[in-house]
Each structure stands twice: as structure tokens, then as C-alpha cells.
């Protein structure tokens, strides 16, 4: 699975942005997309995923409320859409597939990953 993600930018606190994960390869509506971010200095961290069928997702307590994952099957992308953007959310996000059918939170059962779109908020 390849994975491609696009969306990020600068933009002010308040903000929103939407970063796209393209999907592609054999059985790529099949597998689990996470989004993880990572700021300079920092660890990468989870900020939300999806199964396969888009009917389950988990989110990190801080972007709850704020930040909507979903999922277009028909067209292999998953979404990630950001309102009320802060500046802590600054960071490189990447996008991540995994084979397994419930959603996971862990860095480590992501199996492939995208190249990673900067996202940065000035306050």
C-alpha cells in the first residue's frame, strides 16, 4: 500500500484545514488509516484513525470536538478535517494504513506510511 497526503499549510489560530491520505494498491479500502503528528523535538503521536468501513474512529482527547476523520472507499482517500485550529497543533502529519480491522491508536501497528504534509498554526 502507498500512501500520499496532501492538505497542509500555514494558517492562523482559528483556522481550518482538511489534509487528504491517498490510498493505493491492491486491497487499499481494506486496511485501517491513522493520522499521527509530530512537532520538532517531539515523538510522534496519534490523532485519529478509522477502520475500514469508516464506521469506527478514535481521536485524541485533545482534537476531540475539533478534528473529523472520515473515509471515501469509492475513491481510496481518507480526510482529515481540522476546525479551530491551535497552535500546538503545528507539526509534521502523516498518514498511516494497517491491516486490521479495528482501529488502533499505537504507532507501531501501522505497518506503512505516507510521506507526511507540515501543518503549521500561528497564533
Known amino acids: 500500500v502507498q500512501l500520499q497526503a496532501s492538505g497542509g499549510g500555514l494558517v492562523q489560530a482559528g483556522d481550518s484545514l482538511r489534509l487528504s491520505c491517498a490510498a493505493s494498491?491492491?486491497?487499499?479500502?481494506?486496511?485501517?488509516i491513522g493520522w499521527f503528528r509530530q512537532a520538532p523535538g517531539k515523538e510522534r503521536e496519534f490523532v485519529a484513525a478509522i477502520n475500514w468501513s469508516g464506521l469506527s474512529t478514535a481521536y485524541v482527547d485533545s482534537v476531540k470536538g475539533r478534528f473529523t476523520i472520515s473515509r471515501d472507499n469509492a475513491k481510496n482517500t481518507v480526510s482529515l478535517q481540522m476546525n479551530s485550529l491551535k497552535p500546538e497543533d503545528t507539526g509534521v502529519y502523516y498518514c498511516a494504513a494497517g491491516a486490521f480491522g479495528v482501529v488502533s491508536t499505537k504507532v507501531n501497528d501501522f505497518e506503512y506510511w505516507g510521506q507526511g504534509t507540515q501543518v503549521t498554526v500561528s497564533s
Open positions: 494498491g491492491r486491497s487499499a479500502g481494506s486496511y485501517a
